[in-house]
């Protein structure tokens, strides 16, 4: 299979925010991408870069089966037609993207770098600490779903506001980043953002309140922060062409943020304030129109289309 060229980051287009349920329809898109010539630092001469950026492939496999069980664990609890389609099509999209992901891991076992211990402690915390609990009520058991839809909401902003970054980062493009893999983030990117508002839109329908919505922040966010540094952490010392010489820090970490590699820390953070605003909907975050323009000329969606 020839490799994917990513094409650079299409402009945002000024759009007015969509109203709830206007007119989405999410497709899945099973597309295909090719590692066999993916550099183990697919960031030429920035291994760290590349780390923090991989650490995306450490969660997300597991992360996003977590999310899909979770949500046909909701199915039956949504009363609004349009909104379980849209249930539908995300967890259509969020499978294919798990195990787009989960390819790139298999690559990386393949340099010899072996990323199952930490996937291994992944997937025992969403299938355990944050999984269906068994010997509930029916009662506790809708609750459940719903503290789990709730902290699923509060992720999706975040991968939306990552989406909404990569699409916007011609930092990686001036530092020749692997074109296959920025292709790969890009395509997810562009879904995160067009999916962003399911989830929110899914814990208001089950729990219109607020208490919850900021529940699942102040546990996501924090923990989505303690996951990330021990999957940079890991990554560098089993990294085998680093033997252990490069030891992350938060100052570095700033230094290639500059450098537009990686999103600035401080957006970040206020990104996941703004999450805590009473009036918040993800519309008003990042671009539909931008996000279908580069789905419209990624290599991996245009091929899976053919």
Partial sequence: MP????????????APAARVHDDLVLAPRDVRFDWARLPLHWVPDEPMATHILNVLHLLLPEGERWFVKAFKEA???????????????????????AEAHQEVL???????????????????????VLGE???????????????????????EHFT?????WVLNSPGLDRAKADPTMLDLLRWHGAEEVEHRSVAFDLLVHLDPGYLRRVRGMVVSGPL???????????????????????????????????????PDPVRSVRSGLRYLRRGYHPTQEGSSSQALGYLATSPAARAAAH
Avoid at 3 to 14: D, E, I, L, Q
Avoid at 235 to 261: C, F, K, N, Q
């Fill in 160 to 164: 939306a506001f990552l989406g909404d």
């Fill in 106 to 128: 298999d690559h990386l076992l393949a340099q010899g770098l072996d990323p199952r211990p930490y996937v291994r402690q992944v997937a025992w915390l969403f299938q355990r």
């Fill in 3 to 14: 490799r994917s060229t990513a094409p650079t980051p299409v402009p945002a287009v000024a």
């Fill in 75 to 97: 199915l039956p609890l949504i009363r609004d037609e349009q909104l379980r389609e849209e249930v539908l099509g995300f967890i259509g999209q969020e499978a294919i993207h």
């Fill in 133 to 155: 609990k068994p010997g509930l009520t029916p009662a506790q058991a809708r609750e459940n779903v719903i503290e789990r839809v709730a902290f699923i909401a509060a992720i």
């Fill in 224 to 262: 989505l922060v303690h996951l990330w540094v021990r999957g940079v952490r890991f990554l560098l010392a089993a990294d085998p062409t680093l033997d252990g010489r490069l030891r992350p820090s938060w100052r570095e970490a700033r230094l290639i943020a500059r450098r537009g590699l990686l």
